[in-house]
Nanobody, 120 residues
Framework: QLQASGGGLVQAGGSLRLSCAVSGLTTSDNFMNWFRQAPGKEREFVAGIRWREGSKRYADSVKGRFTISRDSAKYTVYLQMNSLKPEDTAVYYC???????????????WGQGTQVTVSS
């Protein structure tokens, strides 16, 4: 199971940190990802991390502003979001996959979403 938290309302330029508590994974070599979905838009990939060795990938739209990380001891994945923009407003989802993903194809399981709203 994946349990996301940490969303909220923030002004443009502000920061938020999302957390995703991970349980029940049967392999240590999963990939953990963050996706987001804005109203009327498709769900899109934001960032991903390989659990075992920590390699990371980001969507171009968040590079340099967002940082994905994981705490293996706490089985938690984080998404630190800095310099937030109104266009970052969306429901954010954590998701696990068995390989690198750039879209929802290949996602094995989803957590519930957490709303992030950035005001201008």
């Amino acid at each position: 199971q994946l349990q996301a938290s940490g969303g909220g309302l923030v002004q443009a330029g502000g920061s938020l940190r999302l957390s995703c508590a991970v349980s029940g994974l049967t392999t240590s070599d999963n990939f953990m990802n963050w996706f987001r979905q804005a109203p009327g838009k498709e769900r899109e990939f934001v960032a991903g991390i390989r659990w075992r060795e920590g390699s990371k990938r980001y969507a171009d739209s968040v590079k340099g502003r967002f940082t994905i990380s994981r705490d293996s001891a706490k089985y938690t994945v984080y998404l630190q979001m800095n310099s937030l923009k109104p266009e970052d407003t969306a429901v954010y989802y954590c998701a696990s996959s068995s390989g690198v993903v750039t879209s929802t194809v290949g996602v094995v399981s989803w957590g519930q979403g957490t709303q992030v709203t950035v005001s201008s």
